[in-house]
T-cell receptor, first 117, second 111 residues
């Protein structure tokens, strides 16, 4: 199947700083990517939908100024957590939607652990 | 309201004991139903996509089926390495932009 790569897999940052997480579709072009947050033993929580060349669509309750999403190319979307605080510590996962013969399949990245100290 | 419900929330089986996981959905305009496997601390791994009622797909000990209201993930003679959380997601809407996840079933296989 298609491959989606996230980087970094783990990052520790100081409170008040910003951190960027990259999501790349390695063998297909993705006009749409998704960003999720997941707390321990809980399901995925969709944060935003990232569309190539346009602004991201954020889910209710997600601060767009805090979680900046950029989808500048068909293979790369980035999530920047600005002015990070310890409560932003979480597992962040991206996914990319591949369209093949008119049908969609969604592939996930490996996830990124963010720890804010 | 669009909804995806998975049951049971957790399932513990003995090695070799076959069973099924359920994903029921109420959405308008189903475009596809996905099954994923997620191991702790990792991103979900794609297993299957089902597009229409009556469709079935198999992969090793797993078999996914789809009706107009629900999907089943059958696991035959499971092994301890099949232990994971299994997620179901539904893609719906005219633009297929709406994706709704179930809360998952935590499957544990005892040797």
């Amino acid at each position: 199947g298609a491959v989606v790569s996230q980087h970094p897999s783990r990052v520790i940052c100081k409170s008040g700083t910003s951190v960027k997480i990259e999501c790349r579709s390695l063998d297909f072009q993705a006009t749409t990517m998704f960003w999720y947050r997941q707390f321990p033993k809980q399901s995925l929580m969709l944060m935003a939908t990232s569309n190539e060349g346009s602004k991201a669509t954020y889910e209710q309750g997600v601060e767009k100024d805090k979680f900046l999403i950029n989808h500048a190319s068909l293979t790369l979307s980035t999530l920047t957590v600005t002015s990070a605080h310890p409560e932003d510590s979480s597992f962040y996962i991206c996914s990319a939607r591949e369209k093949d013969r008119g049908l969609y399949t969604i592939y996930f990245g490996e996830g990124s652990w963010l720890t804010v100290v | 309201e669009d909804q995806v419900t998975q049951s049971p929330e957790a399932l513990r089986l003995q090695e070799g004991e076959s069973s099924s996981l359920n994903c029921s959905y109420t959405v308008s305009g189903l475009r596809g139903l996905f099954w994923y496997r997620q191991d702790p601390g990792k991103g979900p791994e794609f297993l299957f996509t089902l597009y229409s009622a009556g469709e079935e797909k198999e992969k090793e000990r797993l078999k996914a089926t789809l009706t107009k209201k629900e999907s089943f993930l059958h696991i035959t003679a499971p092994k301890p390495e099949d232990s994971a959380t299994y997620l179901c997601a539904v893609q719906a809407g005219s633009s297929a932009s709406k994706i709704i996840f179930g809360s998952g079933t935590r499957l544990s296989i005892r040797p």
